[in-house]
């Protein structure tokens, strides 16, 4: 690896320090206090910095965190420390502090053959971004700014490289997605933002918890992949000698713990899916999926607008939301329930005037002519079954009119091999997806459980993949087995964290919400570091 000229010095000094015998990079430490906490102690606590200067700090509170600036005038050094919650100035004394090697406290120690004392270690050798601990006493300086009077430190862990650019945020964009760490650091709206997701997490797990819901996990790794109209990741299982996928949703699992006693559960996973990338769309995505016994659809739609008004309300969020729609104009979205429905297959006759209702599993030429001849096409086309090629006439010519919260809903039933027909209308089946600024944020259904039906739903998809659909559903007859053993009527609900999280934090790339996202290698992008390489 290549450095600077000050990460060579960096080092130098971290190597004098170890041959003093001085521990660089600590084992723990226990006594951390925030500086939030700090900031909001009593003003009873304040110490008279004239006798703190005369004599040494008495009061022995302890905590650690970051140095992010320095500046020496006389016989003072002050610094600014920084953690997750604020920053403080912190002032070291000149005879006046005390040095912790880990080993014993010193006031002074040979580093190199040469005397420092342990104002000198402050000065030279604690360096912007390494961690420290120190203990203090609080004080006012004479322009107001509260500040802590050291009487002891330590170092926790030295930094070898220096930020790229001081007081600055990263600006460059993959350097952010590659070394999202030196963002945070920096960046105080992008840590607010990750902190957002994490809340807003937390916050569903407990509305989940709340409503009775119980928590599993579902395998990664399966020998179909069903589930879902994408294309799998494909690998292989060494011990088996057999082809594996990674899941494209754990759909089929959460339904078979429904067989029994679990009536309602949910997961929050990743889900992996070969597709294509652009700013609503990666390969790897977490999302959150439930399923509940004796709901429908319905129910689902219900509980998605208490969902929203749980959040809204436990995280303090204002309901109107500013969102650049997909001409890049701001638009101020309502949040307030409830929200609009929008009929699926209404809607995508009135923009293309195909009734998408009249078409069966195997009408896919019939159909593939009759979008043409509406001056409608798009790549891949010719290998699509019926089902994806509705699915992709619905993304061209409704959903990017969709800007508002809405419920797009009644969807024809070769769309969905696990959702379960309309009693009142045979072509139609029990399905809603929440769709917000043309981005789907979630997926229900009133679920299938019939498993004659569901096996010849399977059926119809296998003969979508010997026609070349990548994106068809695999069969999986050990989730049929399962519902022949009776799986209660139930809706499964699921939502993707990522979209939703961009849109509530006002992000236009999904890659803006995922700590790190996932990038090609340097490798791939640098011919040299290829050559190398072979």
Not at 134 to 148: A, P, V, Y
Not at 156 to 182: C, G, M, N
Not at 357 to 386: C, F, P, T
Not at 430 to 453: G, I, M, R, T
Request: charged share 30%; hydrophobic share 40%; proline share 3%.
């Amino acid at each position: 690896m290549d450095y600077s000229k000050e990460s060579i010095d960096r080092q130098k000094k971290i190597k004098d320090m170890k041959d003093s015998w001085i521990i660089c990079y600590a084992n723990n430490f226990w006594w951390k206090i925030n500086i939030i906490s700090i900031r909001n102690e009593s003003e009873s606590k304040y110490r008279d910095v004239n006798k703190l200067m005369e004599n040494w700090a008495l009061w022995e509170y302890k905590t650690a965190w970051r140095l992010i600036s320095s500046r020496w005038m006389w016989k003072l050094l002050f610094t600014k420390l920084r953690d997750n919650t604020a920053d403080i100035q912190v002032c070291f004394m000149r005879d006046k502090v005390i040095f912790n090697t880990w080993k014993k406290l010193v006031e002074e120690i040979d580093i190199v053959w040469e005397k420092k004392s342990a104002f000198k270690i402050a000065e030279k050798f604690c360096q912007v971004w390494d961690y420290i601990w120190i203990t203090w006493d609080l004080f006012l300086t004479k322009h107001g700014e509260l500040t802590l009077f050291v009487k002891e430190f330590q170092v926790l862990s030295k930094a070898v490289r220096p930020l790229p650019e001081k007081f600055h945020w990263v600006q460059d964009q993959e350097t952010i997605y590659r070394q999202r760490y030196l963002d945070l650091i920096m960046n105080q709206e992008s840590f607010d933002r990750f902190k957002f997701r994490s809340d807003f997490v937390k916050t569903i797990r407990q509305f989940y918890w709340e409503n009775d819901f119980l928590e599993i996990e579902t395998p990664v790794l399966w020998n179909s992949a069903s589930w879902a109209a994408a294309q799998p990741f494909t690998t292989h299982h060494n011990d088996f000698d057999e082809d594996f996928f990674l899941r494209i949703a754990p759909e089929t699992a959460l339904k078979k713990a429904t067989v029994w006693r679990f009536e309602r559960v949910f997961e929050i996973w990743k889900n992996f899916r070969n597709e294509w990338s652009d700013p609503s769309h990666m390969q790897e995505f977490t999302a959150i999926e439930h399923y509940a016994a004796w709901w429908n659809f319905e129910d689902n739609m219900k509980f998605t607008e208490d969902m929203f008004d749980y959040i809204f309300e436990k995280m303090n969020l204002n309901r109107i939301i500013k969102i650049k729609d997909k001409d890049w104009n701001i638009k101020e979205v309502d949040f307030s329930t409830p929200f609009q429905k929008i009929d699926y297959i209404a809607w995508v006759k009135e923009k293309s005037w195909i009734d998408i209702s009249k078409y069966n599993a195997w009408d896919e030429e019939k159909l593939r002519v009759d979008i043409i001849a509406a001056w409608h096409k798009w790549e891949g086309m010719d290998k699509q079954a019926a089902a994806t090629m509705i699915d992709y006439l619905y993304k061209k010519v409704l959903r990017p009119s969709i800007v508002w919260p809405a419920f797009v809903y009644n969807y024809p039933k070769t769309m969905q091999p696990l959702a379960r027909a309309s009693d009142k209308e045979e072509n139609i089946v029990e399905q809603f997806q929440l769709v917000l600024n043309w981005w789907e944020v979630l997926k229900a259904y009133s679920e299938l459980v019939d498993p004659k039906v569901q096996q010849e739903k399977f059926d119809e998809q296998s003969w979508a993949i010997e026609m070349w659909d990548e994106e068809a559903t695999s069969w999986d007859d050990d989730f049929v087995l399962a519902m022949e053993y009776w799986m209660p009527c139930q809706s499964g609900w699921g939502m993707w964290v990522d979209r939703i999280v961009s849109l509530l934090t006002e992000q236009e790339n999904l890659r803006d919400v995922v700590l790190f996202p996932i990038m090609k290698s340097l490798k791939q992008n640098n011919p040299e570091l290829k050559k190398e390489e072979k």
